[in-house]
C-alpha cells in the first residue's frame, strides 16, 4: 500500500525526473522511417516507445476532460499546448515500470524543447535524428499513399516544410551541445537499423564502463 501511496504522491507533485529514466529524443521527417526503427529500437534494446501523437489521440478517445479540450483545441485548428502534451508525457514515463523511453516526434519546436526540460527537469540522453532526402521522403510518402498524387504531393511538401521550420532548431540546440546522433535513413530499412544498432550498443558499453 506504501508504495501506492508514494506513486500518488509523486504523480500529484510530477516528479519525474526523481525516477532518473534515460530518454532519448527520436525525429526525422515524414517519411524517414523512425516508426519502423522505433519497433526495432523496442525489440533491441527494451526500450518504452513513447508518441506524443498517440499519448494525445488516446487522451482524446478516453473522454475524459483533458481529452475533450484536446479535441476541441484541434477542431479549432489551434496547437495543443506544450504543457498538455508533456504532462501525458510524464505520465506515461511515470506509470511504466520501465526507466528507458524513446520519445517519438516530440519536442517539434523549440518551445516544445525548453517547456519539456523545464517541466519534467530531465534532459534527452541524445537525439536520434533520422536525415533524409526531401525527395525520397517524397518517394516512399508517394508509394505509400498510392492514388490522390496531386494533393498528396501538396500536402507532403507542406509537411516537410512544417518540419524543417520548426525541428531543425531543436536539432541544432542539441547538435550545439554534442548531443545529435545523426542517422542517414535515406538507405534500406537494415542498413538504417545498423546504424542505429551502433549508436545504441556504443551508448550501453559507455554505461558499463
Known sequence: MGT?????IKEENGNIAEKKPTVV????????????????????????HLSA???????????????????????????????????LLQKAMQENENDKFLIDGFPRNEENR?????????????????????????????????????????????????FLESSMPVIEYYGSKGKVRKIDASKPVEEVFEAVKAIFTQKDEKAAV
Not at 4 to 8: E, I, M
Not at 77 to 86: L, Q, R
Not at 142 to 149: A, I, T
Open 114 to 162: 525548453a517547456a519539456f526540460e523545464s517541466i519534467t527537469k530531465i534532459e534527452p540522453q541524445f537525439v536520434l535524428f533520422f536525415d533524409c532526402s526531401e525527395e525520397e521522403m517524397e518517394r516512399r510518402l508517394l508509394n505509400r499513399n498510392q492514388g490522390r498524387v496531386d494533393d498528396n504531393i501538396e500536402t507532403i511538401r507542406k509537411r516537410f516544410k512544417v
Open 53 to 87: 501523437g498517440d499519448l494525445l489521440r488516446e487522451e482524446i478517445k478516453s473522454g475524459s476532460e483533458n481529452g475533450t479540450m484536446i479535441q476541441d483545441m484541434i477542431k479549432e485548428g489551434k496547437i495543443v499546448p506544450s504543457e498538455v502534451t508533456i504532462k
Open 25 to 48: 529524443f527520436v525525429l526525422g521527417g515524414p517519411g524517414s522511417g523512425k516508426g519502423t526503427q522505433c519497433t526495432n529500437i523496442v525489440q533491441h534494446f527494451g526500450y518504452t
Open 4 to 8: 501506492s501511496v508514494d506513486a500518488a
